[in-house]
């Protein structure tokens, strides 16, 4: 046991006791550091993006420049932010906690994880800035196959960084039906590892479809082995399926742990137990079930059948029936309690404003009348945006501010959390929300240049991502000055109800001093 005062971050000194630590904590501050500065990069690559499009004609870059910078934020987003954040930080520090346990099943598996995605992040951010990549994070054939450029290479790094994904998804599979502490039936667990759960599901199943599908794309361009590419008797159309198997599972690996935050938040900040705990609970798994049979609504132009187009609309439009029970009981939750607005449940409340919409407009699409108009429009952009980008990232910061005492043992400015908040989700919609109309008008995506009728709209798009970048400059002031001088934080400052605050801020290098016993219902455990 560790002597007074002793915690996770002071129980060994040095950089190598930090690369070579098997603590769960630590891993996620790993995680953490590294992944925002992934964001940090393909943030600046959007604002580039953004600027290019301020005004028709070259703005700042030429097109073969567009496209990479296209490429490098949509995978660098994607691959090494969306896909593993929430997961890989928030879930790796407070997975074991909240099942009252010292660790994951597999510590050392833990960290291997963590280089693995380190070593595939590089590779690919190899390709990206060596190699030129152009093709879209899709990395759709025959483009992919006859371009000369470091296709290969990014391929090989998100095939690596997908064996991250499923080496921390089997980790937290074994951990949460392994390793919860007395008393802690499944039915008791948080809904933050419900949500951290049925991702890990995802990911074990789905990233290897993807995996194998990118090494038959190597395997093509570099053997001419006729599989995708036309001209040697493959099928482009069969990528397509190969990829959007994985790839619409994937967005609810990237919105599933965001929805788990957001239980946490809303059921702490309105002092209120949470609404119909097993709906929310078993829509998770719903959700996760669903996705694996939607793929087909990302191809009502690629020539299926209409019997296929019309299965797969309707199955598309039953994944809102479990997202919806989950807003119902979050707003069901909220009514009549004792609401704190601080700055996470601003982030929490945002969150479903900004993914209602995205969801609404997810409906639109699935239709697929309305999609053959849409498809490959700015609305697409838009609805992939407001459900990833403000669903996941909003969740993100969200569950940053609510569980930053007891990552650091004090307090962030809650001042400056408001502000963040103002910045990120007002920059959002001022960004975002002008392209639906732009997608509505015919606007291409991808493109370099636009017609002058799109103008206006662009130009308010471009300020309103201005506005993102002030919000999350100020996360980051907010983070380096409550890591420095916040106000020292007790073990509870929120009066949450789950197992991880019933720890030391910071926890100590076990967790607990003693192994916990779960006598209550979820939420009320102590």
């Not at 910078?69 to 660098?76: P, V």
């Not at 990549?133 to 196959?145: A, H």
């Not at 380096?480 to 019933?502: D, F, H, M, Q, V």
């Amino acid at each position: 046991m560790g002597a007074a005062g002793s915690n996770y971050i002071n129980h060994e000194k040095g950089l190598w006791s930090w690369l070579t630590t098997v603590d769960h904590k630590r891993i996620g501050l790993m995680y953490f550091i590294t992944i925002m500065f992934f964001f940090l990069i393909g943030g600046i690559a959007a604002l580039g993006i953004r600027l290019e499009l301020f005004s028709t004609g070259k703005t700042i870059m030429d097109a073969a420049t567009y496209n990479r910078f296209m490429t490098f934020h949509g995978a660098i987003m994607v691959f090494m932010v969306i896909v593993p954040g929430i997961p890989a930080i928030l879930g790796n520090f407070f997975l074991p906690i909240q099942l009252g346990a010292q660790d994951v099943a597999f510590p050392k598996l833990n960290l291997l994880s963590w280089y693995v995605l380190m070593a595939g992040a590089a590779i690919s951010v190899g390709s990206l800035i060596f190699g030129a990549v152009d093709t879209g994070w899709t990395f759709y054939t025959p483009y992919s196959i006859d371009t000369e450029n470091g296709v290969i290479m990014m391929v090989v790094g998100v095939f690596v960084m997908g064996m991250s994904s499923v080496l921390t998804g089997l980790n937290f599979i074994v951990t949460t039906h392994k390793l919860r502490c007395p008393g802690m039936t499944m039915t008791k667990m948080p809904l933050f590892i419900w949500g951290l759960y049925s991702t890990s599901i995802l990911q074990v199943l789905a990233t290897p479809v993807v995996g194998i599908t990118l090494l038959l794309l190597v395997t093509e361009r570099t053997m001419g082995v006729g599989i995708f590419d036309p001209k040697l008797g493959g099928d482009p159309v069969l990528f397509q399926h190969f990829f959007w198997f994985y790839s619409h599972p994937a967005v609810y690996i990237m919105i599933l742990p965001a929805m788990g935050i957001i239980s946490e938040i809303i059921t702490c900040y309105s002092r209120k137990t949470i609404f119909g705990y097993t709906a929310i609970a078993y829509s998770s798994l719903a959700i996760a079930g669903v996705s694996f049979f939607v793929w087909g609504h990302h191809m009502f132009v690629s020539g299926q059948s209409t019997a296929a187009g019309l299965i797969f609309s309707l199955l598309t439009m039953l994944v809102g029936v479990p997202t919806a029970i989950k807003t119902f009981n979050w707003v069901a939750t909220m009514y009549k309690g004792s609401i704190r607005f601080d700055a996470p449940m601003l982030y929490a409340i945002g969150f479903l404003f900004v993914f209602t919409i995205g969801g609404v407009t997810g409906i639109m699409l699935a239709t697929s009348g309305m999609d053959i108009h849409f498809h490959d429009t700015y609305f697409v952009v838009a609805h992939f945006h407001y459900v990833m980008v403000g669903g996941t990232l909003l969740a993100l910061m969200g569950g940053l501010f609510y569980w930053f005492p007891k990552m650091f043992g004090r307090i962030a400015s809650d001042t400056l959390g408001r502000w963040s908040f103002v910045f990120v989700f007002c920059g959002f919609n001022i960004t975002f929300f002008p392209q639906f109309i732009l997608g509505s008008m015919g606007m291409p995506r991808r493109y370099f240049d636009y017609i002058p009728e799109y103008e206006t709209l662009n130009k308010i798009s471009t300020m309103g991502s201005w506005a993102i970048a002030l919000g999350f400059v100020i996360v980051l002031i907010a983070v380096i000055k409550g890591i420095r001088s916040g106000e020292k934080a007790g073990p509870n400052p929120w009066g949450a109800k789950t197992l991880e605050w019933t720890t030391d801020s910071p926890p100590i290098h076990e967790n607990f001093k003693e192994i916990p016993t779960v006598t209550g219902g979820p939420y009320e455990y102590r």
